[in-house]
């Protein structure tokens, strides 16, 4: 009785097992490989149910029959799983095409953004511009030919105002897309950024680097300065930092970088829940176009780490 049902169960189970694969057959692309093992399968399954004849009947079975349906199932088994290769080659060609896909969205996705980046900043300059500064020479000619204190004094004010617009234009300009980045390149357009916010004497940063005047292509340029500023500006909106180190060097065709800061942390793993909270993931899909690596560290109330590794040749 025991035998019955083990046979029973066992052709149950062979059954299932050969309906699946078959029906897998046409997610496999019709792939001989995996149609052999799902005839492997079925002969098992034959195998099962003639086995289990004699159980319920006087019938005799040639035991040859089981030696011959055990010997091809066992090469349509071997036979499939030698060329089942040809699904993982399929499957990990189809992998690498989609992150090939990927990383070149990013990248489109990143020199949009830097296109239109360019053109804001533009257009401020060159639209916005030209009118503040026509303003300011108007209201210099009038106020030359005012002798009210009260006029005068009005025009002072709309002169100096027009003065700090002109000024946050070249800023908000500048921020979109640094002229200096584009003329002299990286190191320069960091030390320049940050040269600003030290003179605030909000927090110190110190910068260090060994690549000086070098000139990398524009995507490693932009996407490097980007990241720093945007990882400087996390630590000086939630950090409360007092101090920034910077460093980046250039070793062995890869362009190394270093980030921490003395702030106040947070829990990385809220961090890995929330990535966008951070603007980390803005951050690895820069890194990540350029086939390069992120990685950050920090614990409540003992500062944050960061570091990234970019090929440049």
């Given at each position: ?77 071997a036979f499939g799983l030698f060329l089942i290769q040809k699904i993982f080659r399929y499957m990990k060609k189809v992998e690498e095409e989609k992150r090939a896909l990927e990383k070149e969205l990013l990248h489109a996705i990143i020199q949009a953004e830097e296109r239109e980046r360019k053109r804001f900043a533009n257009d401020l300059h060159d639209g916005l511009g030209p009118i503040l500064s026509t303003v300011k ?177």
């Amino acid at each position: 009785m025991l035998l019955q049902f083990a046979l029973i169960l066992a052709m149950i189970l062979q059954i299932f097992a050969a309906i699946l694969s078959i029906r897998l057959t046409r997610v496999t692309k019709y792939n001989l490989s995996w149609m052999l093992i799902s005839m492997g399968f079925i002969i098992l399954a034959i195998r099962r149910f003639i086995e289990y004849i004699p159980l319920v009947s006087d019938a005799i079975v040639n035991r040859q029959i089981f030696i011959w349906l055990g010997i091809v199932a066992s090469l349509f088994f071997a036979f499939g799983l030698f060329l089942i290769q040809k699904i993982f080659r399929y499957m990990k060609k189809v992998e690498e095409e989609k992150r090939a896909l990927e990383k070149e969205l990013l990248h489109a996705i990143i020199q949009a953004e830097e296109r239109e980046r360019k053109r804001f900043a533009n257009d401020l300059h060159d639209g916005l511009g030209p009118i503040l500064s026509t303003v300011k020479m108007s209201l210099t000619t009038v106020g030359r030919g005012e002798n009210d204190d009260t006029s005068k004094m009005i025009l002072r004010n709309a002169d100096a105002a027009i003065d700090e617009a002109i000024k946050s234009l070249r800023e908000i300009s500048n921020n979109l897309s640094p002229h200096i980045l584009n003329n002299f390149g990286l190191t320069k357009a960091i030390r320049n950024f940050i040269n600003k916010i030290n003179l605030t004497d909000t927090i110190q940063i110190d910068f260090s680097t060994n690549i000086h005047d070098q000139r990398f292509e524009n995507d490693v340029e932009v996407v490097i300065y980007r990241v720093i500023c945007e990882l400087i500006t996390n630590t000086i909106k939630h950090a409360k930092a007092n101090t920034i180190e910077i460093t980046m060097v250039s070793v062995g065709g890869r362009l190394h970088g270093t980030y921490l800061d003395d702030g106040l942390g947070f829990n990385q793993a809220d961090s890995i829940k929330n990535p966008t909270g951070m603007g980390f993931s803005n951050i690895l899909s820069r890194i990540t176009s350029l086939n390069g690596t992120f990685e950050y560290n920090s614990e409540s109330g003992k500062g944050f780490t960061a570091s990234f590794s970019i090929p440049i040749v």
